[in-house]
T-cell receptor, first 111, second 114 residues
Framework: EDKVVQSPLSLVVHEGDTVTLNCSYE??????LLWYKQEKKAPTFLFMLTSSGIEKKSGRLSSILDKKELFSILNITATQTGDSAIYLCAVPIQGAQKLVFGQGTRLTINP | DGGITQSPKYLFRKEGQNVTLSCEQN?????MYWYRQDPGQGLRLIYYSQIVNDFQKGDIAEGYSVSREKKESFPLTVTSAQKNPTAFYLCASNPGSVQGNTIYFGEGSWLTVV
């Protein structure tokens, strides 16, 4: 069974801290891994990772994939209250016909 | 502007009643999806459709039904058989295979059973 597992499920930190969110996966015919940020409504796309060891970066956010150990991490440095959200990891399966999502990590940044 | 429109945004339902959530897209996408999200959790796939007049069950299809009579429309009916329907429902669409940022999400519908 295709599976995506995120950890931690919930994280509370202070503004300015650095956080690392984890996503592990077990899927057949892996192609890519996606990260999304969800604040109130629709998830917004952050990164797509397809190759091991190549960091994707956008401002204070970065992500990397390890295809040997079957996981990805999402780092956020110098966190701000606007980073508070649910962060979702997802993997396309079944010939990329659909996405399977992890449980999400609820990140809360306190001022 | 192109996008996905879900309605209603908020819906209250009495136990035992069926309710239909609307999802319309003007992106000319072939594939459409319905996800359920419980508070603080990830998205779980209810149903998906790759083409008009065809759809497949996702991981939690019991108590739900869908139709895909038109390319732009993929309504979801939450039936009285769904034991715990209170949740946030997200519709999504995609041109074909899911790749990166090609999947579009609607704004979601909050369903509360009272």
């Amino acid at each position: 069974e295709d599976k995506v597992v995120q950890s931690p499920l919930s994280l509370v930190v202070h503004e300015g801290d650095t956080v690392t969110l984890n996503c592990s996966y077990e899927v057949t015919n892996f192609r890519s891994l996606l990260w999304y940020k969800q604040e109130k409504k629709a998830p917004t796309f952050l990164f797509m990772l397809t190759s091991s060891g190549i960091e994707k970066k956008s401002g204070r956010l970065s992500s990397i994939l390890d295809k040997k150990e079957l996981f990805s991490i999402l780092n956020i440095t110098a966190t701000q209250t606007g980073d508070s959200a649910i962060y979702l990891c997802a993997v396309p399966i079944q010939g990329a016909q659909k996405l399977v999502f992890g449980q999400g990590t609820r990140l809360t940044i306190n001022p | 502007d192109g996008g996905i429109t879900q309605s209603p945004k908020y819906l209250f339902r009495k136990e035992g009643q069926n309710v239909t959530l609307s999802c319309e897209q003007n992106l000319n996408h072939d594939a459409m999806y319905w996800y359920r999200q419980d508070p603080g959790q990830g998205l779980r796939l209810i149903y998906y459709s790759q083409i008009v007049n065809d759809f497949q069950k996702g991981d939690i299809a019991e108590g739900y039904s869908v139709s895909r009579e038109k390319k732009e429309s993929f309504p979801l009916t939450v039936t009285s058989a769904q034991k715990n329907p209170t949740a946030f429902y997200l519709c999504a669409s995609n041109p074909g295979s899911v790749q990166g940022n090609t999947i579009y999400f609607g704004e979601g519908s909050w369903l509360t059973v009272v």
